[in-house]
T-cell receptor, first 114, second 114 residues
Framework: GESVGLHLPTLSVQEGDNSIINCAYSNSASDYFIWYKQESGKGPQFIIDIRSNMDKRQGQRVTVLLNKTVKHLSLQIAATQPGDSAVYFCAETYRGSTLGRLYFGRGTQLTVWP | DVKVTQSSRYLVKRTGEKVFLECVQDMDHENMFWYRQDPGLGLRLIYFSYDVKMKEKGDIPEGYSVSREKKERFSLILESASTNQTSMYLC?????????????FGPGTRLTVL
């Protein structure tokens, strides 16, 4: 079956520090990855995505790195702010999967303290 | 911006009641999804639909049914609610076609079954 998981269920960082959230996957056919942010009481919100033909993609204060050799995905948040406190999910899809279907990891709770 | 709305943020029902959860998206997306989210279990796919009147079972369809009579609306039905269906229910939508797998989520409905 699909396996999109996270190394750490919780992460606490100080405001202003950089955060790194990790995700492992096991399917070598995985070709598209997404990071979502879910604040308390809200639905998941798209942050950034990356395709398997890329190693790195940057957004505003966020960078996603993809290491296909070890099947590892990470989300880096620069200068973490209190508003970044949320659960972060990685999701993937792969060649041969049902069109449109995503497979989600269980999430990492990021807590930012002053 | 994509907007996915869900009919209720909070819902309290009694065991045995028939429950309807409604989801509407305004971006003409072909694909729509229903998930439930429970602590420690992440997002689990109940049903999805890739076209009007079409539906596919997800990973946990038991006890649920769905209806998609119009493209913009996807309903989740609990035929006879049970306490183990107390959960957060999330609806999502996405465009059809490979490479457009990003799903956009609604705010969620927190259902409590007494």
């Amino acid at each position: 079956g699909e396996s999109v998981g996270l190394h750490l269920p919780t992460l606490s960082v100080q405001e202003g520090d950089n955060s790194i959230i990790n995700c492992a996957y096991s399917n070598s056919a995985s070709d598209y990855f997404i990071w979502y942010k879910q604040e308390s009481g809200k639905g998941p919100q798209f942050i950034i995505d990356i395709r398997s033909n890329m190693d790195k993609r940057q957004g505003q204060r966020v960078t996603v790195l993809l290491n296909k050799t070890v099947k590892h995905l990470s989300l880096q948040i620069a200068a973490t702010q209190p508003g970044d406190s949320a659960v972060y999910f990685c999701a993937e899809t792969y060649r041969g999967s049902t069109l449109g279907r995503l497979y989600f990891g269980r999430g990492t709770q990021l807590t930012v303290w002053p | 911006d994509v907007k996915v709305t869900q009919s209720s943020r909070y819902l309290v029902k009694r065991t045995g009641e028939k429950v309807f959860l409604e989801c509407v998206q305004d971006m003409d997306h072909e694909n729509m999804f229903w998930y439930r989210q429970d602590p420690g279990l992440g997002l689990r796919l109940i049903y999805f639909s890739y076209d009007v009147k079409m539906k596919e079972k997800g990973d946990i369809p038991e006890g649920y049914s769905v209806s998609r009579e119009k493209k913009e609306r996807f309903s989740l039905i609990l035929e006879s609610a049970s306490t183990n269906q107390t959960s957060m229910y999330l609806c999502a939508s996405s465009l059809a076609g490979r490479g457009t797998d990003t799903q956009y989520f609604g705010p969620g409905t927190r259902l409590t079954v007494l």
